[in-house]
């Protein structure tokens, strides 16, 4: 205790020694620590950021709250404590990782009263001690120490108030604006045919084709096609279009959807060539729900409730087993345990996996596509066995069973890219990151190599958080999309952090090469134990604008199961989704900057621009744009809304301003289209 400190408490408990207050312990981990914003995982109570026991320089601790960098704890003292003490550091459960480096503040009405200095992987726990009275907000804080959130595993220890009297005290997050109820603003489909989803789709020469028309009207619904290359047939009743094309080349084709209510057509471009992915792919995958709980059962059930709700009408495809359908390397559930391998070495699904192919044969019959997940290392990121010096036998095992989709994550390869022993037992599984470029590179090319020599078009997504700028060189291994980002959770701080930070990588995004922000966060999501999304309203309006704009993968991650009316209207608005599937595949990019307000803009294919005004601002803004310049503007336009699908008003840049009421954390998004 410093001299000050012990001062200034013996002043305020002989001040309070009359009153007869009985003075009281609150412990930190009584508050609901569970409302604090982080930057990466879930803050838990009593264990690690990963759910581990607290332990710190090699001790363990039994009380306290374990978080990640960045995260925000504010407790509203209302000037009812005394003081504050704690230990501090970096968990050890990020095994010595040179990249954990974090920086504790704790913080009373805005000023910064205590921090702990950098500390590291290893590092005692440093102790803290804070004298609070008068306090009113109190806000705990664990800064990235300006290298990043690598690895940022924070630990507060022992950590607790003593008060003269108050027995609790409320945490929450961030500011946070004022609650608005779920409101929808994506219009009913009409009843009549009409053709969504992209305008172009690439096949490689050779490989399976399977398509489906994504139209939304009454049913039944005839399909049919005009200029239908040679090698391919259309299913008219369900829209499928299969076959073969043998030779490159590029075909128009027109598209029709007829139902007693009348005709819709659309041009459609069949490019056969090296290229796939040419718009982002969209589909669902089974972390943000399911995480470790995923079992065949549940992919069947996601790939039925994405028919049934309607969703495939607007061109959602993709059913993507992410980890854990492997055997696990020490998980105590016993359908997670058996060989991992055969005799051969063929991989060997775990026993929630009966029949891989028959999950395939079954999302295919439905007119979807399939995906799976691996790592290269020995293990998974979850800890199941991967695909280390398996390369070729996992593409082609996946290409067999009949999966179209590959996610490539990188955990436990850290350790064999700096020269460790593969062989080893206890390869951590959040190894290191790349000492170098090559050994960023090598593992991708490794396995974008052998995928590519599969007879079937398998979209190849590198799923390593950003590494050694994988914009960069991602394409060059043959990748189709690759995360920009470590892993997304469902909190403002979390989704905006990467939303609003994708500039640097936007010039490389291009059709057939995506940048991937990470998955969706709408509707109930959770990792094995799901709730509703914690972004409010607004801030999935956001999440999903700025998603399209930035011409992401878009994964659904919830249960889709359990889809409400809100989330389905969010997946469902066919011109947000339009931009996400431009086929000019170019990446908005911030192009204004003011305040709290963001302009994101993104040209179309079409001539127009979408344009994006962001809030970040807790409070509703209301304004009169009138910048065009910023967004090299000239001329006359006509502006559409493309949530409410209205014509919102015709704009003169010369002489007009836009009038804009962007609600708290909320987005307007337009779409501006020259009226000559
Ligand atoms: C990493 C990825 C996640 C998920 C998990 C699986 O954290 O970033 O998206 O695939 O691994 O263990």
Redo the contacts with the bound molecule.
């Keep these: 205790m410093n001299s000050r400190f012990s001062f200034v408490l013996g002043l305020s408990l002989a001040v309070l020694a009359p009153q007869t207050v009985s003075a009281e312990t609150v412990w930190l981990d009584q508050l609901d620590v569970r409302s604090a914003i982080q930057g990466w995982g879930e803050p838990h109570k009593n264990k690690s950021v990963e759910g581990h026991a607290l332990t710190i320089g090699g001790k363990e601790f039994t009380r306290g709250f374990g978080t990640h960098a960045e995260s925000i704890l504010n407790i509203n003292l209302g000037g009812g404590a005394q003081s504050f003490f704690a230990s501090v550091g970096v968990d050890d459960e990020v095994n010595s990782n040179a990249q954990s480096s974090v920086e504790f503040f704790v913080i009373g009405d805005g000023k910064t009263l205590w921090s702990s200095g950098v500390l590291r992987a290893n590092d005692a726990a440093k102790s803290c001690e804070v004298e609070l009275s008068g306090v009113k907000s109190l806000t705990l804080k664990v800064g990235d120490a300006g290298d990043g959130v690598n690895f940022d595993h924070a630990d507060w220890v022992d950590a607790k108030f003593e008060t003269a009297g108050a027995k609790t005290f409320v945490a929450s997050g961030e500011e946070i604006p004022d609650p608005v109820a779920p409101y929808i603003l994506t219009p009913n489909q009409p009843a009549t045919p009409r053709i969504n989803g992209a305008s172009v789709f690439g096949v490689r020469p050779g490989s399976p084709f399977l398509f489906t028309i994504p139209a939304t009207g009454e049913r039944p619904m005839k399909f049919s096609a005009k200029n239908l290359p040679n090698g391919l047939k259309l299913d008219a009743k369900t829209g499928h279009i299969t076959g073969v094309l043998k030779t490159k080349g590029e075909f128009i084709v027109t598209l029709r959807a007829k139902n007693s209510l009348g005709t819709a057509e659309k041009k459609f471009r069949i490019v056969v060539g090296d290229q796939i992915a040419l718009t982002p792919p969209m589909g669902w995958n089974s ?1 943000n729900c399911f995480a470790g709980a995923v079992s065949e059962e549940r992919v069947k059930s996601a790939a039925d409730a994405l028919v049934k709700s309607g969703l495939i009408n607007h061109g959602w495809t993709y059913i993507n087993v ?2 854990f359908w492997q055997n696990h390397r020490d998980s105590q559930d016993p359908t997670l345990r058996g060989k991992f391998r055969d005799e051969k070495g063929f991989i060997v699904p775990n026993s929630r996996f009966p029949d891989m192919k028959g999950l395939a044969d079954y999302i295919h019959y439905l007119g979807l596509k399939a995906g799976l ?1 691996s790592s290269p290392g020995p293990w ?3 800890g199941c066995a991967a695909s280390w010096q398996h390369e070729e036998q996992d593409a082609q095992t996946y290409a067999q069973w009949g999966f179209d989709y590959l ?1 490539y ?1 990188w ?1 436990s390869y850290g350790e064999i890219a700096s020269g460790g022993d593969p062989n080893a037992k206890n390869i951590p599984l959040w190894g290191k990151t790349a000492t170098n470029d090559a050994g960023a590179i090598y593992p991708y090319k490794v396995m974008g190599k052998f995928l590519r020599e599969q007879k079937r078009d398998i979209i190849f997504s590198l ?1 390593q958080y950003g590494m050694a700028d994988v914009w960069n060189w991602g394409g060059s291994v043959n990748g189709n999309c690759w995360r920009t980002t470590g ?1 997304i959770v469902d909190t403002w701080r979390s989704m905006s952090g990467i939303g609003f930070k994708q500039d640097k990588a936007a010039p490389f995004a291009k059709p057939g090469n995506w940048n991937d922000p990470d998955m969706l966060i709408v509707g109930q999501v959770g990792w094995g134990r799901t709730h509703p999304t914690r972004l409010t309203p607004d801030e999935q309006y956001t999440h999903i604008s700025l998603w399209c704009l930035l011409s992401a993968p878009l994964l659904i991650g919830c249960d889709m199961t359990k889809l409400d009316d809100f989330t389905l209207s969010l997946l469902s608005n066919d011109e947000v989704l339009a931009l996400d599937q431009d086929a000019l595949g170019k990446e908005a990019r911030c192009v204004l900057t003011n305040g709290d307000l963001r302009v994101y803009e993104k040209e179309l294919e079409d001539g127009g621009r979408a344009l994006g005004f962001f809030n970040l601002g807790a409070k509703p803004a209301n304004l009169d744009f009138n910048n065009f310049a910023a967004l090299n503007l000239t001329g006359t336009f006509h502006v559409r809304d493309l949530w409410r699908q209205k014509n919102a008003a015709t704009v003169d840049t010369a002489k007009d301003s836009l009038p804009l009421t962007i609600p708290a954390h909320g987005v307007v998004l337009y779409k501006l289209a020259p009226t000559k």
Excluded: L, M, N, S
Aim: proline share 0%.
């Design positions: 972390w992410d980890d997940y998974t990121c979850g996610k994550d955990c799923c892993d």
